[in-house]
């Protein structure tokens, strides 16, 4: 079985993993609020045996190359995340790292609409900001990309307004940077 | 329409183009064959309309209109320490949903370059890029330009980042380039120094130019963590102070403030702990900063992450926001949240708790709530096909505030149960439900209620996935009821490099009071994917290959010699380094040295070939015994760490069995085993015991193409005795 990473002409199929969009990160494991070093590879670093990727926010081994992520799963993740907006579970659709989760999260909990229902209808401005590879971290000992996108999404709100008893669209297009979940599956795996 | 028809043909000559002139035309466009070349182009056209009530014609008037994307992807390797990412994504953009402008616009350009084997380290980043700096100072996404140097300084054990960059914050280039773009600006620089076991330390600074009623400004700040062990507890102190000076006053009368921060986090077994403590003046403003102006925040954490996965964590959080106004609103929450992993449970039970009570009152009494928050969520697979899953919610708002003085009461339920199908060659699921909700204002209550249903589908290319969910609403007198349709469909067909999608959405509202409207969309669209290596012919510039096998002194990476590549020439890259000349053993050239200097048994070097192309190169290093006595042991464990610090983790690993008598019998009944790989471009490098015909124990180390399965006991130069 060959597990060549995301290099020239390696065909391989993802699958984007929308259940673990986020998980619960206990406390004392937030990201560190200032930039972190993404060390360029050299001749010592490799000879130290070193990892030359640090990427600490996301958590794996460096690619040498972005892979694509297929624009569907980029509108598909950002389904996942919308419907759960308003929902008891929407502390779920928000990153650990996400600056003042908690708050948003609550306040979101607190004064949706309960018929409120959030759609995405279009994406554009598609970006991969980086990337990185846990290897065996996925479903079935498969390799586990993890993705961090920029986009600009177009949504739009819909819910009952019950103080002036009127039925509410409220669309909005806003920029958005999603973290994604993939798992690796190449040619000649089971 | 003819604008999208030429736009659309402008782009897909534009992708496709290029590489039909490139196969045609291969001395024009030769130094494209170095650059690995991919991306898409999609098409999208989309039909919507409704009827009856306007409000509940939700996707807009009767209307048909599209757009299409380029994305276009370069990657060149000069080598392992030199490389070049380019990336574009362009759109003709017609459509009324998508983005908020029309017409061509260039909305990413990427252009990334790096450099490592040259003594100062650098990486150029040319149009977008994330600009951040810190929570505090910047954090935004920039277009313009970044410049990083690595430099290292006599103390080699501190790690030095030094970046100067300036950017607009614009969503497309055609913005970028008009009098718009100078809209928001941001211009600076940061100096990061990393010391393992020590910590990090930043300095950095950023000149922020906005129009409009936001002030100019420069933001400087000091940013450090720090790590360290105490009476037995890992802890992490994290802090940050900021200064910003701004060109005028702001809101609050101020034009210049302090931002503080200090966070410390802690782990000792199971335990998580943390506190965290902000506070911000009135007069700290930076414009691409993440914060909320003019607050104070803290907040203590406590929590608990069990064996098997279970987790549970308290909060308390106090905040005070716009503390210069009179409309200082402060809010304190405590809050419990929960998971239990349903393979954690005695009872198969997977959950889910989220509990908080938060408290929010203002100086001016105009708001004063305590809200109390509970939600709970319980999966349980009930037998092989179907899994469950229910849903509580329950909620109370006590208000007395001036402007709102009803308390509001909620409790819903959601329960869905999932079943596994698989249907003339496709599989998928399929997933009724029902939700149920009552809410109650004061003395009005609307009930919701509404079953759901959601179908998800795939094989041979297809995906088909469906959702309906409707929703019923009750009302006491004065409201309005209503009922509600909602209707989702995609589809996609995946053949090739190509791809067909269709959405479909359809709502409708039929209110008790006023007229029914419903509203409908479908799109379909086509993406088509292209993916081109880049050239590699011997003595290209591969990924893995092109560097000097010897870049490290004591070790030969086996890497620098891609198959295919001219037998001659490797040999000469061996014998120009000055090492052993290679002597012809049968199908296979060998040069006996000490190729890893650390190890002190026999070495051969071996490249084995047909036709003078390079197939296999390889080392075979001898054990100190050979009969997987505790010296052998030992030797194989040192060579394995040397390909590990050079290579890092091996995609495949596959340890089985202990060193001991009879290892070479063992090997070939596959009781003992050792292979690891670590991929490439250009082939597979793998390490290893092979297990050999001749009864032979020794290391093995390949580059090839492939390799055979890592099950298969023999592999290796079976060739060479």
């Given at each position: 079985m060959r597990r060549a990473i995301a290099r020239n002409g390696t065909k391989f199929a993802l699958a984007l993993m929308a259940a673990i969009l986020v998980g619960l990160v206990a406390a004392g494991s937030d990201g560190r609020g200032f930039r972190q070093a993404q060390r360029i590879p050299t001749p010592e670093l490799l000879s130290e045996g070193r990892d030359a990727s640090s990427f600490k926010g996301l958590g794996g081994l460096a690619l040498d190359q972005p892979i694509p992520i297929p624009r569907p799963d980029v509108k598909a993740a950002l389904e996942t995340i919308f419907n759960r907006w308003g929902k008891g579970d929407t502390r779920l659709a928000l990153n650990a790292n996400f600056v003042n989760r908690d708050r948003l999260a609550d306040l979101i909990r607190d004064l949706a609409p309960r018929d409120a229902r959030l759609r995405v209808l279009e994406v554009a401005n598609i970006e991969v900001l980086d990337q990185a590879i846990q290897p065996g971290k996925g479903p079935n000992g498969r390799d586990l990309l993890i993705s961090r996108v920029a986009t600009t999404a177009t949504t739009q709100l819909t819910f009952t307004d019950r103080v002036n008893n009127r039925f509410q669209t409220l669309s909005g297009t806003n920029d958005y940077v999603i973290q994604m979940f993939h798992a690796i599956r190449r040619e000649g795996d089971q | 329409m003819k604008r999208r028809v030429l736009a659309a043909a402008f782009l897909g000559a534009a992708s496709t183009g290029l590489f039909d002139a490139r196969a045609e035309e291969p001395d024009m466009l030769d130094f494209l064959a170095d650059w690995s070349l991919g991306g898409s182009l999609h098409l999208s056209g989309e039909r919507r309309g409704g009827g009856g009530d306007p409000a509940g014609q939700i996707f807009g008037p009767e209307a048909t209109d599209g757009f299409a994307e380029l994305d276009l992807r370069a990657n060149r390797a000069f080598s392992r320490f030199h490389t070049w990412d380019i990336s574009l994504f362009a759109s003709f953009d017609d459509s009324e949903t998508r983005g908020v402008k029309d017409g061509f616009l260039l909305e990413r350009f990427r252009a990334v370059g790096q450099r490592g084997d040259v003594d100062t380290p650098w990486r150029l980043e040319f149009g977008d890029y994330f600009g951040f700096l810190s929570e505090r100072s910047l954090q935004s996404p920039l277009k313009g330009g970044r410049i990083e140097l690595q430099p290292e300084f006599g103390d080699s054990e501190t790690f030095h980042s030094v970046q100067l960059f300036g950017g607009n914050v614009v969503r497309d280039y055609n913005d970028f380039f008009a009098k718009e773009g100078d809209d928001e600006a941001h211009f600076g620089g940061s100096w990061l120094m990393e010391r393992q076991g020590l910590g990090a330390l930043l300095f950095s600074g950023v000149y922020s130019a906005v129009e409009g009623p936001v002030a100019d400004g420069a933001t400087f700040s000091l940013a450090g963590e720090t790590g360290f062990e105490l009476a037995g507890q890992s802890l992490t102190f994290e802090s940050e102070i900021a200064w910003f000076d701004g060109d005028a006053e702001n809101a609050t009368g101020k034009d210049d403030g302090l931002a503080l921060m200090a966070a410390l986090a802690g782990q000792s077994d199971g335990w998580r702990y943390s506190g965290r403590f902000e506070d911000y003046s009135a007069g700290f403003a930076p414009p691409g900063s993440a914060i909320i102006q003019d607050q104070r925040f803290y907040e203590g954490r406590f929590g608990y992450l069990f064996d098997d996965g279970a987790q549970v964590e308290g909060r308390y959080q106090h905040q005070e926001v716009q503390r210069a106004l009179a409309t200082e609103l402060a809010t304190e929450t405590f809050g419990v949240f929960a998971t239990l992993p349903a393979s954690a449970s005695t009872y198969g039970t997977g959950l889910t708790l989220d509990i908080f009570r938060r408290d929010e009152t203002s100086r001016d009494g105009a708001t004063d709530r305590i809200s109390h928050n509970a939600f709970l969520n319980a999966t349980r697979a009930l037998d092989e096909a179907w899994t469950a899953t229910l849903g509580l919610e329950a909620a109370l708002t006590e208000n007395a505030g001036v402007l709102v003085t009803e308390d509001v009461q909620f409790a819903g339920v959601e329960f869905d149960a999932t079943r596994a199908i698989a249907l003339a060659g496709f599989q998928g699921s399929f997933t009724p439900g029902f939700r149920l909700q009552v809410e109650e204002t004061g003395n009005d209550s609307v009930y919701g209620y509404g079953p759901q249903l959601g179908v998800f589908l795939a094989g041979g290319g297809h995906g088909l996935s469906a959702r309906v969910d409707l929703l019923f609403q009750d009302t006491d007198a004065g409201l309005i009821d209503a009922a509600e349709a909602s209707l989702g469909l995609t589809y996609d067909y995946t053949f090739g490099q190509n791809r067909i999608?269709?959405?479909?959405?359809?709502?409708?509202?039929?209110?008790?009071?006023?007229?029914?409207?419903?509203?409908?969309?479908?799109?379909?669209?086509?993406?088509?994917?292209?993916?081109?290596?880049?050239?590699?012919?011997?003595?290209?510039?591969?990924?893995?290959?092109?560097?000097?096998?010897?870049?490290?002194?004591?070790?030969?990476?086996?890497t620098a010699f891609q198959p295919g590549m001219a037998l001659a020439d490797a040999q000469a890259e061996i014998e120009t380094a000055g090492r052993s000349a290679l002597f012809r053993f049968g199908p296979a050239l060998v040069g006996e040295d000490r190729w890893l200097r650390e190890i002190d048994t026999r070495q051969r070097l071996a490249l084995v070939g047909g036709l003078g192309r390079l197939e296999r190169a390889g080392l075979i290093v001898d054990l100190p015994a050979g009969n997987g006595g505790a010296a052998d042991a030992r030797a194989f464990e040192r060579i394995k760490e040397l390909f590990l610090k050079t290579y890092g983790p091996p995609s495949v690993a596959i340890e089985t069995g202990d060193f001991g008598p009879d290892i070479a019998g063992r090997s070939r009944d596959g009781s003992f085993r050792r292979v690891y790989e670590w991929p490439g471009a250009n082939g597979v490098l793998r390490l290893g015991i092979p297990a050999r015909l001749d009864g032979a124990v020794r290391v093995e180390a390949i580059h090839a193409r492939t390799q055979p399965p890592p099950g298969q006991a023999t592999w290796g130069f079976q060739e060479i005795r």
């Open positions: - | 999608g269709v959405e479909a959405d359809y709502f409708s509202r039929d209110p008790e009071v006023g007229r029914f409207g419903d509203g409908y969309r479908v799109l379909v669209s086509f993406t088509h994917s292209f993916d081109r290596p880049a050239r590699t012919q011997p003595g290209g510039a591969g990924f893995a290959g092109g560097g000097d096998p010897f870049v490290q002194t004591g070790f030969v990476d086996l």
